[in-house]
Structures are given as C-alpha cells and as structure tokens.
C-alpha cells in the first residue's frame, strides 16, 4: 500500500509569518493538532504542534498573538512522499517518534500529511472487511510503542 492511499491532501498548513495564536485557531477549526510550516514557496520548513504552542505560551511568557511560529516550532522536519510504501512512513514514524509525517512531493513542497490516526484506521477498515491486509495489528502496536515512547529512554538506547 501506498502513503497516497491513505494520506490527507486536503492538509492544512501555515507560514512562518503565522502567529502562534492562528496557528491555534487553524488547529482548533480544521481539528487537528498539527499544522505543517512552509515557507513562500510551499516548501515544509517546519511543523508545529498543539504542545509545542502551549509550552511556548508557558515558556515565553507573551500573548499567543505576540509570538510566531517560527519560535516554537519543530525544524528537523520528517517527511515521506506519495509513492513510498506505508511501510516506510511507519518506520519513519518509528525510528523519529512522530505521530504525523507531511507528505511531499519531489521539490519538497507539502502535498498531504498522513498521520499515525490515517494507517490505524486503515488496519480496523480491512480487519472489518475481511479485506488482505495491507496493515497489521502488529505493525500499529509497534508504531505506536515507538512513538509513544519516553525520550529519555530512545536517547538512552541509541547511545549505548
């Protein structure tokens, strides 16, 4: 199975010029809690977070309006394309422990966002429809220990 099989295209995104405050609202409206940054040109520079803006409201000390994505942002951005197989957006997921990955296109300019949501509710659709699975449970189950896996402890283990 293909990431295009199952990401959103109808994806949300915001600018670095964006405050955290819209940032919030595009959240809130499109009920998402991620919101792909891109720059001028649609290019993913970096993508933001419903935590990432309540720790900046916390740490920053200013008005959600004040203060722009750009400072709280995550920009090691992880992405996959279109055409890689859903295997490879789960090991991303996996390896960078991210729940949502953008989707881009060969110019790195945001085309989708698939999420760790899309391909669980793609393995509960063919496990209900008796359908070949193309996602196992077991692969979800790892996805998701990954993911939710404590920091300290991935740091931990990848420097020993």
Known sequence: MKVKELM?????????????NSAAGIMWDNDCGCVPV??????????ITDRDISMAAYTQG????????????????F??????????????????????????????RLVGIISLNDIAREAERE????ATRQVTDS????????????????VAAQSL
């Open 8 to 20: 959103n295209e109808s994806v949300k995104s915001c600018s670095t010029f964006t405050t955290l």
């Open 38 to 47: 891109v720059d001028n040109e649609g290019h993913v520079v970096g993508m």
């Open 62 to 77: 200013v008005a959600l309006t004040a203060s722009l994505v750009t400072s709280a942002m995550s920009k090691q951005v």
């Open 79 to 108: 992405s996959c394309r279109a055409d890689d197989d859903i295997t490879t957006a789960e090991k991303i997921m996996r390896d960078k422990q991210v729940r949502r990955l953008p989707v881009v296109d060969a110019n790195n």
């Open 127 to 130: 496990q209900a429809s008796r």
């Open 139 to 154: 692969e979800i189950a790892r996805v998701m220990e990954a993911v939710c896996a404590p920091h300290h402890r991935v």
